[in-house]
C-alpha cells in the first residue's frame, strides 16, 4: 500500500515501496519534453523525484505541469522508490522517487526574495561561485531576517533550531535529575530587576511596570517559598541600545536558582556538570544536525575539559598583565579582555568554556553576595564560551538589612523593591544561582558570528518584525 514519508526518512530499506510525500519544490530540471527532475525538500532534507512519461508513470501533461511548478510551492508526489546506480548530486537522499501523481497543493510566487539553494551555501562557497562567473546573489542578512520564513528552510538553519531545542531540553532534563523544580515567573513586574535603564516600560492598568529583565527577582523569592532549587526557560527583556553581534532586546533565558549549604561554588558545580553533560550529549546525539550547521557556517568543535577550569578574577587580571595588557583590578572586563582572556587560558589549559569567578564587587549587581574574606570582592562569576559571556551568576545576599544597604549604594530605589527584600524577613537560607542566555550558547557553541542567526525571529532595537 502507499505510505506517508518523510523525506529525511527515504532510505535504500524502502527501495521498490510506493511512497507519498509532501515538501516544497525546490528545483525543476527539464531534461525533455518527457522527462523532468523535480527536487523536493522537506525539513531541509531533499529528494530527486523523476517524472518520466511511460503507461503506468506520468503523462506529458504531467511532466508540462511540473516544469510550470514555481520554486517553493507545496507539492504532494507519489512514487515507486528506485535506487540509482550512480550517487545523487543536489539531493540529500540517496534513493530517488519514480513519480506516479504529482499535485500542487500550495503555490508559491513566482519571483522569490531569496533563492533558498543559494542562501544554503557558506559564505566561502558563494565567493568560490561568483569568481566563477555563477550568477547567483549574496543575501545579506538583513534581507535573511526580513523574509526569515524563507531564510529558514535552508538545511543548517532548520539544524540550528533543533539544536536549540535540544540545549533546552537538555538542561531541563539535568536540571530534573538534580532535584529542581521548573517554576515560570511573571514578566509583567513593577520595576527593573536587573537595574539600569534597559528596561521597556509600560502601563499596568494605570500603574507603571515594565517586562521582566530577568526573573532574578521572584526566582530568589521561589526560594524564599521554599523550593530549595529551581529552574525556568523563559523570556527576558532588554531594552538596552546594544547594535552589537551578541545583544537582542528578547532572548530567551536559562535561570537556576538554589540553597547553598557551604560555599558560592557548588552552584558553579552544578553549571560545571550541567554544561559538561551538555555539551557531551549535543556531541553524541545531535553529529548530524551539527554537520549541517557546518554546511552553511563551517566551525571547530569546542574544546573543553571534563572538570571545568575555574579561574579567580585576579588570576585573570594577571595572566592579561603577562601579556601587557593593563586593565582595572577593581573594574570589568570589556568585550575585546574578555576575548583576549579566552584565548590566553586556551593557550594555557587547551579549553575554550571556563568560569571566571570572585569578581570586583563593584561590577556586580546589588543582590549580589559581598566575599566575607574581602569585601572589594563578591561571590560572583561569569562562564565564557570562545571567549564570549555565556552566564553570569553569583551567592545573593539573603539578610534585608544588606541587601537594602547594597541596594542603596548601587542607587536603586528601594521602594520598587520592597516585596522582594521583605521576602527575606521571614527567614531565607543562603542561596545563588545563574541565568544563561540560550542564543548565546547556541551561537558560541556552533562558532556563529551573530546571534540573530540563533533567534528564531529576531528583536533587536531596530527590529520588530517579522
Ligand atoms: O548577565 P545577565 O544580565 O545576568 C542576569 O540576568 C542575572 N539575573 C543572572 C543571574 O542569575 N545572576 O544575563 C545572563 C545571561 C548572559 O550571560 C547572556 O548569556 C545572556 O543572559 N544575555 C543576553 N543574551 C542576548 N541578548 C542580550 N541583550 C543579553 N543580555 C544577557
Known sequence: GRIWTEVGALTEALKDQIVLVRGRAQTVRAVSKKMAFLVVREKGSTVQCVLSVAPDLVSL??????????????????GVVSVPNSPIKGASQQVEIQ???????????????????????????????????????RVNQDT??????????????????????????????????????????????????????????????????????????HKQMAICGDFGRV????????????????????????????EIKEHYSEVMDIVDRLFVALFDSLNE?????????GKQYPFEPLKYLKKTLRLTFQEGVQLLKATGIEIDPLGDLNTESERKLGQLVFEKHDTEFYILHRYPLAVRPFYTMPCSDDQTYSNSF????????????????????????????????????????????????????????LERVVMLFCALNNIRKTSLFP????????
Do not use: W
Not at 516544469?67 to 504532494?76: A, I, K, M, Q
Not at 528583536?459 to 517579522?466: M, V
Open 61 to 78: 501533461g504531467m511532466v508540462k505541469f511540473a516544469n510550470g511548478l514555481s520554486r517553493e510551492s507545496y507539492v504532494d508526489v507519489e
Open 99 to 137: 513519480v506516479r501523481k504529482l499535485s500542487c497543493i500550495s503555490k508559491a510566487v513566482p519571483t522569490l526574495p531569496i533563492n533558498i539553494e543559494d542562501a544554503a551555501r557558506s559564505e566561502a562557497e558563494i565567493d568560490k561561485a561568483l569568481q566563477a562567473g555563477e550568477q547567483l546573489v
Open 144 to 217: 535573511r531576517l526580513n523574509y526569515r520564513v524563507l531564510d529558514l528552510r535552508t538545511p543548517s538553519n532548520q539544524a540550528i533550531f533543533r539544536i536549540q531545542c535540544q540545549v533546552e531540553n537538555i538542561f531541563r532534563q539535568f536540571l530534573l535529575s538534580e532535584g529542581f523544580v521548573g517554576i515560570h515567573t511573571p514578566k509583567l513586574i513593577a520595576g527593573s530587576s536587573e537595574g539600569g535603564s534597559a528596561v521597556f516600560r509600560l502601563d499596568y492598568k494605570g500603574q507603571p511596570a515594565c517586562l521582566a529583565q530577568s526573573p532574578q527577582l
Open 231 to 258: 529552574f525556568e526557560v523563559g523570556p527576558v527583556f532588554r531594552a538596552e541600545d546594544s547594535f552589537t553581534h551578541r545583544h537582542l532586546c528578547e532572548f530567551t533565558g536559562l535561570d537556576v536558582e538554589m
Open 285 to 293: 546525539r545531535c553529529q548530524k544536525d551539527l554537520e549541517d550547521i
Open 382 to 437: 561569569d562562564v565564557f564560551i570562545r571567549g564570549e559571556e555565556i552566564i553570569s551568576g553569583a551567592q545573593r545576599v539573603h539578610l534585608p538589612d544588606l541587601l537594602t544597604t547594597r541596594a542603596i549604594a548601587c542607587g536603586i530605589d528601594v521602594k520598587t523593591i520592597s516585596t522582594y527584600v521583605d521576602s527575606f524577613r521571614y527567614g531565607a537560607p543562603p542561596h545563588g544561582g545563574f541565568g544563561v542566555g
Open 459 to 466: 528583536r533587536d532595537p531596530l527590529r520588530i518584525a517579522p
